[in-house]
């Protein structure tokens, strides 16, 4: 049955169309979605300059009562804890964990609830896109010993403590993809051994001419096996129905 020009036409013309519109509208989706996420660092970030400058001036006052064991949130962490009441204030008080973790305390109340937070870099999505790693860098990244002390004890100085703890997980993955590396490679060297024992052991079957000693057995591959039949030897050292010689 042949389907009328016209008609051809006007399906063509109909899905472009729509693939048009839903091409416009995942655009204007996507531009929308970054342009709020921009939006919602940037408040992160004057969020967290207004805690750092509470502090600062409580400071100045002599009203803060630093906590045991913890320090001022000098601008380290821009997350939020709840207060009691529902409202949410960047804490102003943190204590690092070396664990790549934080606990975190409001400042505003009595007796507040500690949070634990894990420190994951959030990169800057209006700077302009960030160059690859250089060698000099990824040579101290991917090294250890003293090389990566050097990179980790320097980074820990930063002001973004979320870059010490980036820094020390992809440390302790690269760490582990190593070994598992070295384990692969252990044992694709036992699988060539093993390859090598099993070509030896062919080539002496085949020299021996062990198959026309008993080309009396061929087809006997096909049969199905018995029930218990196994093939190899049995606890008595011989293959299942085979008498020992001088037994």
Same mark, same amino acid.
């Given at each position: 049955?042949?389907?009328?020009?016209?008609?051809?036409?006007?399906?063509?013309?109909?899905?472009?169309?729509?693939?048009?519109?839903?091409?416009?509208?995942?655009?204007?989706?996507?531009?929308?979605?970054?342009?709020?996420?921009?939006?919602?660092?940037?408040?992160?970030?004057?969020?967290?300059?207004?805690?750092?400058?509470?502090?600062?001036?409580?400071?100045?006052? #002599?009203? %803060?009562?630093?906590? +045991?064991?913890? $320090?001022? =949130?000098?601008?380290?962490?821009?997350?939020?804890?709840? @207060?009691?009441?529902?409202?949410?204030?960047?804490?102003?008080?943190?204590?690092?964990?070396?664990? #790549?973790? %934080?606990?975190?305390? +409001?400042?505003? $109340?009595? =007796?507040?609830?500690?949070?634990?937070?894990?420190?994951? @870099?959030?990169?800057?999505?209006?700077?302009?896109?960030?160059?690859?790693?250089?060698?000099?860098?990824?040579?101290?990244?991917?090294?250890?010993?003293?090389?990566?002390?050097?990179?980790?004890?320097?980074?820990?100085?930063?002001?973004?403590?979320?870059?010490?703890?980036?820094?020390?997980?992809?440390?302790?993955?690269?760490?582990?993809?190593?070994?598992?590396?070295?384990?692969?490679?252990?044992?694709?060297?036992?699988?060539?051994?093993?390859?090598?024992?099993?070509?030896?052991?062919?080539?002496?079957?085949?020299?021996?001419?062990?198959?026309?000693?008993?080309?009396?057995?061929?087809?006997?591959?096909?049969?199905?096996?018995?029930?218990?039949?196994?093939?190899?030897?049995?606890?008595?050292?011989?293959?299942?129905?085979?008498?020992?010689?001088?037994?």
């Amino acid at each position: 049955m042949h389907t009328h020009p016209d008609i051809n036409e006007a399906i063509h013309t109909v899905t472009y169309r729509l693939i048009a519109t839903i091409h416009r509208r995942t655009l204007a989706s996507s531009q929308e979605l970054n342009a709020s996420r921009t939006r919602e660092q940037q408040l992160r970030q004057q969020l967290a300059a207004h805690g750092l400058e509470i502090t600062r001036l409580q400071g100045q006052l #002599g009203t %803060v009562n630093i906590p +045991a064991r913890f $320090e001022p =949130n000098l601008g380290y962490m821009a997350n939020t804890v709840p @207060l009691s009441m529902g409202k949410r204030v960047v804490p102003q008080f943190v204590r690092r964990l070396g664990t #790549g973790e %934080v606990e975190m305390l +409001a400042g505003h $109340e009595g =007796n507040e609830v500690i949070y634990v937070t894990q420190l994951v @870099l959030t990169p800057d999505c209006t700077l302009p896109v960030a160059e690859p790693l250089q060698i000099w860098f990824s040579d101290l990244l991917m090294s250890t010993g003293d090389k990566f002390d050097t990179l980790a004890k320097a980074t820990y100085e930063l002001d973004d403590w979320a870059a010490h703890a980036e820094i020390m997980q992809y440390h302790c993955i690269n760490t582990e993809h190593r070994i598992i590396k070295e384990e692969l490679a252990t044992l694709r060297a036992q699988l060539s051994l093993n390859n090598e024992a099993l070509d030896g052991c062919q080539f002496r079957i085949e020299a021996s001419r062990v198959p026309h000693q008993l080309r009396n057995l061929q087809g006997r591959s096909d049969f199905p096996m018995c029930r218990g039949e196994q093939l190899g030897r049995r606890a008595g050292g011989c293959p299942h129905g085979v008498t020992r010689p001088g037994g």
